[in-house]
């Protein structure tokens, strides 16, 4: 079975910026293999590129299930236009597209597909990666701004976490249940509660 997390990487704003801005996707060994793939696509420039007329440098592809989040609004869907990843000659990729509000072009830092994939190997599954400013967020000490920013999307991430399959249970606050999950012989409804 594939292994699958979230992947969470700073978005960069040239305007009104905050460390909240960021998109979010979901990766698994699919995922995985096609970025692998498109980096093949994208060969290093050399020697023998060089002599060539026309030569791919960059690959972009579009990320249409990519969450981007600006503070505490979701933006699925429905802010972002052209959402995609952009494959480098370098071996790096990064996240973009447009604010549809503003106009803003959206991007993150460059971050290296090959270790990428090798955190998404070597990680626990299910764990969230954080990449910030281009660097591996996790493992960095909590008092860093990294740490700081990695601690401050675990609190964002309990409030706005889009399960990666619907839920079987309502979560609304005083809503009924499902009739299949109201105990039978009851006489009141059942309400869903938080607490």
Not at 11 to 39: I, P
Not at 81 to 94: L, R, W
Request: charged share 25%.
């Amino acid at each position: 079975m594939a292994k699958s997390r979230h992947v969470v990487i700073q978005v960069v704003k040239r305007s009104s910026g905050s460390a909240t801005h960021h998109v979010e996707f979901l990766m698994d060994d699919n995922f995985a293999e096609r970025l692998r793939q498109l980096r093949s696509l994208v060969p290093p420039l050399g020697s023998l590129n060089k002599q060539r007329d026309l030569v791919i440098d960059k690959v972009r592809v579009r990320l249409p299930n990519a969450i981007w989040r600006s503070g505490n609004e979701i933006e699925m869907d429905g802010g972002v236009d052209g959402s995609c990843i952009v494959i480098a000659a370098e071996g790096s990729f990064n996240c973009g597209g447009k604010d549809r509000k503003t106009r803003e072009k959206l991007v993150t830092y460059n971050f290296s597909i090959a270790r990428l994939i090798e955190l998404h190997a070597e990680r626990p599954e299910g764990e969230t990666l954080y990449i910030r400013d281009g660097v591996f967020a996790n493992d960095e000490p909590a008092e860093s701004p990294a740490g700081r920013w990695v601690t401050s999307m675990h609190e964002l991430e309990v409030v706005m976490r889009v399960p990666d399959a619907p839920s079987d249970f309502d979560t609304l606050h005083d809503l009924a249940l499902r009739p299949e999950h109201q105990q039978a012989g009851g006489g009141a409804p059942q309400r869903a509660n938080f607490y």
